[in-house]
């Protein structure tokens, strides 16, 4: 095997802080191969950031790095800021997570890619600019010549994502590190990038370190795999061998805790107890023995170090003075008894039993009660123009003419992209706005039409949980006054409320004894069920759950899903479940609506839409998301989506995702004119409540 | 662009005749001419001085409306800003005074600015270090003294500095000798009585720059897109300069261009120190002296200098940050 490109021992970083020392980095090791890509997983807080940010010379300098980082045969850590200037950019390049702020918005983008070509080449202006203008292209930005000369503000998230990989590959570096390259972006766009960071490797032939928290991206891009916990590296494997036989507990929960767009039904998830800990002061052992399911005594006595296991899978490598070893590493004093997720034959985590019964849970759908209908729901923004005398110019149609029935103990999940009105739709459901058009019926009341009696009376019945647990929260009242202040507004009395909040805490899992604790107390996972508690407390028949778990980390969402379904049993809830993320709409929904540019492209039930999608875009967005399975990832051919989505300013007849469909472009003129001219309406079969909104399917 | 500019300018036009026609009502309510003359000995009758105010369209005999009108055609048609109480000339006062107070206050806001963002921008880029912890020191101190304090310290030094060297190098009071021809012993006469007025000012003023600028800049070094421009191959200095700085500016210009109207009326302190005759000194005097054209003038040339500080920072927004351009 040839020289390693970048080779890292024993990095260790730590930083000053109020509360002490913070040991966010702790011995990191890794190899990484010209032409390779390394996968670094985990969890926020888990080191992976600031290992990238400590190989560039990135951090703060209060930042204290020990170890070695070779790049290239040469040790670059502890070189001057101006020596690995010249690193930067040229030899190694980095892509960061967020495109909406990486990007100066003063410069124009041609200008921030001509600078990156100046510093490390001879080349003249005039060069530069033709060269930016070629690396545009290069990364799909359309019409290059006229837009670089466009500020970043011109551009869609992704579009400028382009550009910061454009600028990364801009000086054929030989080590390119994305950090969460797509964690903010749309699962279309989310292909897109992968796709063209695939090409911009091939290109450049550099080796890659993809750092994120997605074991599906990793499964499809990666070919070693570290997997990161408490700052400390503990698992490392090819990518094959890592997904296959996982060796320390934590790696196990991580796949078991994620659900999967190809799983089957409502199964309980097997969530990692516990929190991630603080990085500072920690205690001897191991850091994950707190939330190890099989933990020994030896686990809170002594760290376990990163040694060699059996590999099933040929992975050797020769390391120097010890010979050949098994090349997959395991940081676990029980890695040697624990095969394919068993341990000694009894699985590492055991799946949590959950109790399916209740009145509703053998009745068929249309038996069950509806307890919400929206008819025709439309909402628009009105598009305003002029600075003295503003006039209606047009309308934004956020919401376009959607319809559908909730039942009782039922989950409707609104996917779509953002900007596809999704959450949009939920807003007006619960806004009770008078002047909606459209209808609102709670129960089989008109909470539009029936007057302030009628929304009053019911609006008890439906209460919303917030994407961001942290910003749903007000931070100076205690979480006690925090689920009682919707009782309060109902008119509970005052020891019915007492019992009420331990009993809704309690429902929630959390403790009742803290209940005079306030919000900042609290993990990300407790705050969603604080959010959750206090939903609950009007005993709505109908909770609206905005994005509800895409804010926290793998291991944490999967208690709070399994929270979720728990209640949605116990209380005979139904769900109005938005979300971007599939693979858990697919984990906790019964039906699925899929949303495109304010309105429904197809709705059917959970199993339906997943296993026979009808509409081209419905199957474009199943076929984006990656699985975390190597085998079944890298064998599958994938639709990637050309383009954003349309703004939706206004109403014309017509398919919204023409422009984009791959189906649009094998049709024959007649057949495209008909896309173009006809709003496709929600059709189906004969007696099937799975519809799509699609001329030729 | 220009459209935007012209629709700007209009309105500021309306805004100052607005607020200058409102002054003089005020000012005619707060302000009687006829107080100058109530201790005279021997007395004057009150008829007797409002006869003599009337010639300067002063006096109560007329109402107020019609004195109004003649004051507001006089300046519309003929440029005549009125008289004071004693028949003085607020034209002449006002021309001579802008000169006098944009010499002594021009060069030292320009010079406050300039250090102010320099070692703003030195003390955000070594946060905590020692340097900062001076600089914040010393624009604490800056920001808290009075320029009284200030004055005085510095006349002492002066007057010292004369005494030991045994000729007049630093002149306490004054804006010019009296005599001097030619234009290089001009030019020296004049700074030697700009240096003492001009330290006190630059004194107090940079450290709110300072302030400002190292807040913003801290703000924006930590910034997502300086780290991309550092993991491109620019220096920390340099990814600074070129993508924080710029960014970072913006408030501080704007806050730059707003205190220009106080270039004009903001200097009373420090003109009465020093004795310079400029508009800060002139807004003291005739709010003292009943002088209601004069008051009215000040308030008129104030309310031009917010207007013209407005524009500035538009433009200036509009020339640091590309986003406001396409609107």
């Excluded at chain 1, 170890?67 to 190694?92: A, C, N, P, Q």
């Excluded at chain 1, 390119?176 to 766009?189: G, H, K, Q, S």
């Amino acid at each position: 095997m040839s020289q390693p490109i970048l080779a890292v021992r024993d990095l260790n970083v730590t930083f000053p802080s109020e509360a002490g020392r913070v040991d966010a980095v702790r011995g990191v090791t890794f190899d990484l191969y010209p032409g390779s890509t390394l996968g670094i997983v985990g969890e926020s807080g888990s080191g992976k950031s600031v290992t990238s940010l400590a190989i560039m010379g990135l951090l703060a300098q209060s930042a204290k790095i020990s170890g070695s980082v070779s790049f290239d045969g040469k040790e670059i850590l502890g070189l001057t800021d101006k020596e690995m200037s010249s690193i930067r950019g040229s030899g190694i390049s980095m892509i960061f997570q967020d495109p909406l702020s990486s990007l100066t918005p003063v410069y124009t983008v041609g200008d921030q890619i001509v600078e990156a070509l100046r510093l490390h080449t001879n080349l003249s202006k005039a060069q530069c600019w033709e060269r930016a203008v070629d690396l545009l292209d290069k990364v799909g930005i359309p019409n290059p010549k006229v837009r670089a000369k466009s500020f970043p503000h011109e551009f869609s998230g992704g579009m400028r994502q382009r550009v910061v990989i454009a600028i990364a590959i801009a000086n054929n570096p030989k080590v390119i590190i994305a950090d969460e390259p797509t964690t903010a972006l749309d699962v279309t766009i989310q292909a897109q990038v992968m796709e063209l960071l695939a090409v911009a490797r091939q290109e450049t032939g550099a080796a890659t370190i993809l750092i994120t928290h997605d074991m599906g991206l990793i499964a499809g891009m990666a070919d070693d795999v570290l997997v990161m916990y408490a700052g400390k590296p503990i698992e490392h494997a090819p990518v094959m061998e890592l997904f296959a036989n996982p060796r320390m507990p934590y790696t196990i929960g991580l796949l078991g805790a994620m659900p999967k767009i190809t799983g089957g039904d409502k199964a309980p998830l097997i969530p990692i107890k516990g929190n991630p800990p603080m990085l500072i002061d920690l205690p001897p052992g191991c850091p994950f023995a707190v939330r190890c399911p099989v933990p020994i005594d030896l686990c809170s006595q002594r760290e376990p170090s990163l040694t060699p296991v059996d590999s099933e899978f040929d992975a050797e490598q020769v390391v120097p003075g010890e010979g050949v070893v098994d090349y997959h590493f395991a940081a676990c004093h029980r890695s040697v008894e624990i095969d394919h997720g068993l341990i000694n034959g009894a699985p590492v985590y055991p799946v949590p039993e959950h109790e399916y019964h209740g009145q509703f849970a053998d009745m068929a759908r249309n038996d069950r009660p509806v307890t919400l209908s929206v008819e025709h729901l439309t909402k628009t923004f009105p598009l305003i123009k002029g600075a003295v005398l503003k006039r209606r110019v047009g309308s934004v149609y956020a919401v376009n003419d959607i319809s559908f029935d909730l039942h009782a103990a039922e989950t409707l999940a609104i996917v779509g992209e953002s900007g596809s009105g999704k959450t949009t739709s939920l807003l007006e459901v619960m806004s009770f706005d008078p002047k909606t058009e459209g209808a609102i019926k709670l129960g089989g009341v008109d909470v539009i039409h029936g007057g302030p009696a009628a929304r009053r009376a019911h609006r008890r019945d439906i209460q919303m949980v917030f994407q961001d647990p942290a910003g749903a929260l007000d931070p100076r009242l205690t979480v006690f006054d925090i689920i009682a202040e919707p009782l309060r507004a109902f008119g509970h009395d005052k020891s019915d409320i007492a019992n009420r909040v331990a009993q809704l805490m309690e429902v929630t899992g959390l403790d009742p004894a803290q209940a005079d604790r306030f919000p900042t107390a609290f993990s990300g996972g407790q705050r969603q069920r604080i959010c959750i508690a206090r939903a609950l407390a009007p005993t709505p028949k109908i909770v609206a759950l905005d994005e509800p778990v895409s804010a926290l980390d793998v291991s944490i969402r999967a208690g709070v899903l399994n929270l979720l379904l728990d209640l949605q049993i116990k209380l005979e809830l139904s769900y109005l479940f938005v979300s971007h993320d599939l693979s858990v709409v697919r984990h906790i929904s019964d039906r699925v609506a899929v949303m495109y540019v304010g309105r429904f492209v197809e709705i059917g039930s959970t199993q339906e839409i997943f296993a026979n999608p009808r509409h081209p875009y419905t199957e474009a967005l199943l076929s984006a998301i990656p699985v975390p399975d190597p085998v079944i990832e890298r064998s599958r051919s994938r639709i990637v989506l050309d383009g954003d989505l349309p703004s939706p300013t206004d109403d014309k007849p017509g398919c919204r995702f023409a422009n984009r469909c791959p189906l649009f472009k094998t049709l024959s003129a007649d057949q495209r004119s008909v896309c173009q001219q006809q709003t496709p309406p929600l059709t189906g079969t004969e007696g099937s409540d799975h519809l799509a909104a699609c001329h030729y399917r | 662009m220009i459209k935007y500019l012209l629709r700007q300018l209009l309105a500021w036009f309306i805004r100052i005749f607005l607020a200058i026609n409102i002054t003089y009502f005020v000012a005619n309510i707060f302000l009687d001419p006829s107080a100058n003359y109530v201790e005279r000995r021997p007395p004057i009758s009150p008829e007797r001085i409002q006869q003599m105010l009337e010639p300067y369209n002063l006096s109560h005999n007329e109402p107020l409306l019609h004195r109004w009108w003649d004051w507001l055609t006089g300046v519309v048609t003929r440029w005549d800003w009125g008289l004071s109480p004693i028949g003085g000339s607020v034209n002449e006062q006002i021309a001579f005074r802008v000169g006098v107070s944009a010499q002594l206050m021009l060069g030292a806001t320009i010079i406050a600015f300039i250090i102010g963002v320099a070692l703003g921008v030195y003390s955000a880029s070594r946060q905590y270090k020692l340097g900062d912890r001076v600089v914040q020191v010393a624009s604490i101190i800056g920001l808290n003294t009075s320029i009284v304090v200030v004055a005085l310290v510095v006349v002492f030094i002066a007057i010292q500095a004369n005494r030991s060297l045994g000729w007049t190098l630093f002149f306490v009071t004054g804006s010019g000798s009296i005599g001097v021809e030619g234009f290089g012993p001009m030019l020296v006469d004049k700074l030697q009585h700009l240096v003492l007025p001009s330290i006190c000012l630059i004194f107090i003023s940079w450290a709110s720059y300072t302030m400002l600028q190292r807040s913003l800049l801290l703000d924006n070094i930590s910034a997502d897109y300086v780290r991309t421009a550092r993991a491109k191959g620019l220096p920390q200095a340099v990814a600074i300069r070129r993508h924080a700085l710029r960014t970072s500016m913006i408030p501080v210009m704007v806050s730059f261009a707003f205190s220009i109207p106080g270039i004009f009326t903001g200097a009373m302190l420090s003109e009465n120190i020093f004795a310079w005759n400029g508009m800060g000194r002139y807004m003291v005097t005739t709010i003292y002296g009943n002088d209601i054209h004069g008051a009215v003038a000040v308030a008129a040339f104030s309310s031009l200098m917010v207007a013209i500080g407005a524009v500035l920072s538009d433009l200036a927004v509009v020339w640091l940050d590309p986003r406001v351009r396409v609107n």
